[in-house]
């Protein structure tokens, strides 16, 4: 899974030379939180909710509305801006981009190929990557499997989910500090929930749930 697979192409960017109260705004308008800084077609830095916050005079000034609405229209973002910025490839694994996120403790990520900005990829995004990868939203059944964890068991399981003619959406496991295995099976359709569980558990696997899913829109 590359980066290029759940990365926002579109990007809004905004140039060096741009005010502060202009990139709020801009913020504002179209709800985003981080903008990238584009100058000549090469990334220069990176603005985000904080950097403004911390351009943004205190509440506590003495300086009147007039003088901060001025202040903020005459600062440029290049005086704010972080500039050391923390970008990943296009070609990129999902899991490097998640691991220089919590690396730099930072929510996202300019992608980048070669010099040239294709993309960004945010916490937002790698969120929605793993409701995707998961299987999370698609109508059909779940099931939750503990396994013993050696060689052949998760093809022993699909192979009795296959023999019901049950197509598989996706699959995750993972290692339990008991040694065991869970796993968990997104099956598509109608599914005989008691039949399937009943089948599985004669061949010696433990079911620790198995349940109807529902459809879900806009993630």
Do not use: C
Not at 17 to 32: F, K, N, P, W, Y
Not at 110 to 135: E, H, W, Y
Request: charged fraction near 30%; charge should be negative.
């Amino acid at each position: 899974m590359s980066v290029k697979d759940f990365m926002t192409k579109k990007v809004v960017y905004v140039s060096p030379d741009t005010t502060v109260a202009h990139v709020s705004e801009i913020m504002r308008e179209q709800g985003l939180r981080r903008l990238p800084v584009i100058e000549n077609d090469k990334l220069v830095g990176l603005v985000t909710e904080g950097t403004i916050a911390e351009a943004s005079p205190s509440k506590a000034t003495s300086l009147s509305i007039y003088e901060m609405n001025y202040l903020l229209n005459k600062t440029k973002i290049r005086d704010v801006m972080i500039k050391d910025v923390v970008t990943v490839s296009k070609y990129a694994s999902l899991e490097d981009a998640i691991y220089l996120m919590i690396k730099h403790s930072i929510g996202v990520l300019p992608v980048m190929d070669n010099d040239m900005v294709s993309g960004i990829i945010t916490d937002k995004d790698v969120f929605r990557a793993f409701l995707q990868i998961s299987g999370y939203g698609e109508e059909g059944a779940r099931l939750h499997v503990l396994a013993d964890d050696k060689v052949g068991v998760l093809g022993d399981l699909l192979r009795i989910i296959v023999e019901e003619n049950l197509n598989i959406k996706s699959t995750l496991h993972l290692p339990r500090k008991s040694g065991k295995i869970a796993i968990e099976v997104q099956l598509e359709g109608d599914v005989d929930l008691e039949a399937l569980k009943a089948k599985i558990e004669a061949k010696g696997f433990e079911v620790e749930a198995i349940e109807r899913t529902k459809a879900k829109v806009g993630f």
